[in-house]
């Protein structure tokens, strides 16, 4: 027989240095003995589970590489202690603005509703958009997502002059932030010669003094993707997105009972809502692996039924004082009789306005809406119903049921 030292190409005794077989045959060997180790690893982590674990992980939840923020996005603007920024994710008709003012009632606040309205507007009409800066651009749809996490960023870093005339001068500054309405008169005097965009150079000042003061900033809207919001936390160390999440069902109800469908009919309206959905529940995924201290869900329905839960959980998340101000605020929000009223958020009793679709949606309706919806319902803890015992159910959020 052969001795062992044969086949790595070296004779015994002979003072002679290994051959290229040698190094050819140790190659060989480490192969095998590195491909028997990983085979005996993933025998131990299939029994143990892991194996079923990290087959689940994106590439990219292994590397968590941040997305470098482009060179036109400065950092002049920011202030030098980075406030808290709170940003939160939602559709319409979905509770945004109910979660918004739980989120922001905290003292020393700057918040901005719905600054993305008015760009998506101008892009829908196509028209130019023209900003603060003096710059006209027209805005394609395929790079409208890109450019709503750029404007984002300069209403965090409070950078008017990039931001859109439209954000800068819309009614919502008025009517759903009032504390910002020394501005807004400033924008709007009863007699001026001025172009709309001169009286707001004129006044930002004021608007710029506020943003850099604040002990936070808020910001809430309705047409960002999860996914475009994770560049954001790339970009701004300081910032927690909140993803809220309500009955697809409730939601499109009321799209419709409110006439804000965008001329879409229910089939496509609720496959559209869905598929958003899905496609945020999976980007959320990836984001809370790399970012899980920085993002988080919350079921509006479980808000409305333990609203002094919620809300203090929400608060410790934000890392902010969850005060008796903020704790009478809810009370008067969330509880009491219903105030009848279709845009405010003091509407009392919100677990019944949550569910108030219940009792009112037609049959063929909630066959519509589950042809397209059904798949996310067990994702979310949400029951697939009945329309025959509609009239007995009393909600469709089960806490403990998701996915």
Sequence with gaps: MLPFSHFFGFRQNTGILPSRRFFKGAQI????????SFCYICTIARENGTIRILSSLRLNNF???????????SDNHFSTRHPPMNLIVAYMRSGSTLTANMVRHNEGDFYMFEPLHGITQAVQKTSPVQFLNGTKRMISRRELFTVYAELLYHWFTCNFAGIDITALTHPFI?????????????????????????????????????CVKSKSRTIKTIRLPISMAGKLLDWLPSLKIIHLIRDPRGILNSQFEKLVNDGKNMSTAAEELCQSISNDLSAYEDLQYCHKNRITRIIY?????????????LYEFLNTKYTKRVNDYVKWTMTGPVRSCDYCTNKGNALMNAYRWI???????????????????PKLGYQNLDYDKLNITERSWLPGTSH
């Design 29 to 36: 060997l480490t192969v095998f003995l590195g491909f028997y």
């Design 63 to 73: 590397l968590c590489l941040s997305l470098p923020k482009p060179p036109h996005l």
């Design 174 to 210: 008025v009517q759903y932030t009032p504390e910002l309405g020394e501005y807004y008169r400033c924008i709007n005097p009863k007699t001026s010669r001025r172009s709309k965009t001169e009286n707001v150079k004129m006044c930002l000042t004021w608007l710029h003094k506020r």
């Design 301 to 313: 329905e479980d808000m409305c039924e333990n609203p002094f839960v919620i809300v203090p959980k």
């Design 359 to 377: 009792s009112i949606i037609p049959r063929h309706v909630i066959q519509t809406f589950d042809t397209h919806c059904s798949f996310l319902y």
